[in-house]
């Protein structure tokens, strides 16, 4: 994981480790939503709403 600094001789270090933990928490909050998608999506198709979205990897 990258760390992105801020600079500032004064709390330089803070900075970073609260740089680091926010871009954890973004990257936590789009893998959460995006398995909130893919389940809003596959509650739709059981209902016959529409098609599930199919990873071109599963396509033949």
């Given at each position: 994981m990258r760390t992105f600094r801020i600079p500032n001789p004064s709390s330089d270090h803070a900075n970073t480790v609260h740089v680091s933990t926010f871009f954890l928490h973004l990257n936590f909050l789009t893998l959460v939503s995006?398995?909130?998608i893919r389940?809003?999506?596959?509650a739709d198709a059981v209902?016959?709403?529409?098609?599930p979205r199919i990873p071109?990897?599963?396509t033949t």
């Amino acid at each position: 994981m990258r760390t992105f600094r801020i600079p500032n001789p004064s709390s330089d270090h803070a900075n970073t480790v609260h740089v680091s933990t926010f871009f954890l928490h973004l990257n936590f909050l789009t893998l959460v939503s995006d398995f909130g998608i893919r389940i809003s999506d596959f509650a739709d198709a059981v209902e016959g709403n529409r098609r599930p979205r199919i990873p071109s990897i599963v396509t033949t």
